[in-house]
C-alpha cells in the first residue's frame, strides 16, 4: 500500500520497534505540544490559543511536565490568566452553592439530597487538561489509521505481527477500537494473532528481567547481560506505557 501523509507517524513508529508504537506517537504527540504550547513560536502570546488552555486548563502530570520544559514567562503568562479564569468560575460556583438537607432530616424518598455544584465543578477542572484533550484527538485518529493499515496493507500487517506488541493500555484501547472496526471474520483473525503477539513478548520481558536478576549473582558477573539490560524501563513501559527511563522534556534552545 502507497505510504500517505497521516499514515507516515504509525509507520515511522512501527518502524522503530519500540515496545509499544503508541506509546511512541503518544510521546512525539505530547512533545509536539509542548512546544506548541510553550515553544519558541510563541504561541501563549496568541489570545485564541490562550482563550482554549484557559478553558481547558492542564493535568497534574502536565503541568510538572510544563514546569520542567524551562518556559517560566510562558508558564506564567498562561497561569495568568487562566487563574483569572478559574476565580470568575469558581465565584460563581460559590454564588449557586446550596447545602443539602442534612441526612437526619431526609423524611421522604424525595428529599434526596442534590449535587453539590462546588463538588461539580471541581471535579470538572481536574478531568480537563489542553493537551490530554488535544492528545485523544490524535490518538483515536491514529487507532483508526492502524485498522485501516491493518486491512488494507499485507507490509504493515506483517511488520506488527513480528513486532514487540503493545503496552497493555494501548493494547486495550486496540481491543475495543477492533470492535467496531473489524467484520467477525476479521476479528476471528486479529484477536488470536494479537493474544499470541502480548503473550510472546510478555514471556520475552520476563525472561529479560529473571536473567537481570541472576547477574546480580556474583557466579554470572561475567556472563552476558543478554537483553536485560533495559528491562526495567522496557517491563514498566509494556505494563503501564510511557517511557520510565526518558529523560526531562525541555525547551529546545
Not at 27 to 50: A, N, P, T
Amino acid at each position: 500500500m502507497k505510504e500517505k501523509l497521516y499514515t507516515i507517524p504509525l509507520n515511522d513508529a512501527v518502524n522503530a520497534q519500540d515496545e509499544c508504537p503508541f506509546c511512541y506517537i503518544e510521546r512525539k504527540i505530547e512533545q509536539d505540544l509542548m512546544d506548541f504550547v510553550l515553544g519558541s513560536g510563541s504561541s501563549y502570546m496568541e489570545s485564541d490559543v490562550r482563550a482554549k488552555t484557559d478553558k481547558a486548563g492542564f493535568c497534574r502530570t502536565h503541568f510538572k511536565k510544563m514546569y520542567d520544559y524551562g518556559n517560566t514567562l510562558g508558564n506564567a503568562w498562561i497561569l495568568k490568566t487562566h487563574l483569572a479564569l478559574i476565580n470568575k468560575e469558581m465565584h460563581s460556583a460559590f454564588e449557586k452553592y446550596r447545602p443539602s438537607s442534612s441526612p437526619t432530616l431526609i423524611r421522604r424518598k424525595s428529599d434526596v439530597p442534590g449535587q453539590n455544584t462546588v463538588n461539580a465543578w471541581v471535579q470538572e477542572k481536574e478531568d480537563s487538561c489542553f493537551i490530554c484533550n488535544q492528545f485523544q484527538e490524535h490518538y483515536a485518529r491514529y487507532l483508526d489509521t492502524f485498522f485501516e493499515l491493518y486491512k488494507k496493507d499485507g507490509e504493515f500487517q506483517k511488520k506488527i505481527l513480528e513486532s514487540k506488541g503493545f503496552c497493555l493500555p494501548h493494547f486495550k484501547d486496540l481491543c475495543n477500537v477492533a470492535e467496531s472496526h473489524l467484520n467477525d471474520k476479521q476479528k476471528a483473525l486479529f484477536f488470536p494473532q494479537m493474544f499470541s503477539l502480548m503473550e510472546t513478548n510478555l514471556n520475552r520481558l520476563y525472561e529479560d528481567v529473571s536473567w537481570l536478576i541472576e547477574k546480580f549473582d556474583y557466579r554470572n558477573k561475567d556472563a552476558d547481560w543478554k537483553n536485560s539490560r533495559e528491562a526495567l524501563q522496557n517491563c514498566m513501559q509494556k505494563l503501564k506505557g510511557g517511557y520510565p527511563a526518558d529523560p526531562v522534556y525541555k525547551q529546545k534552545k
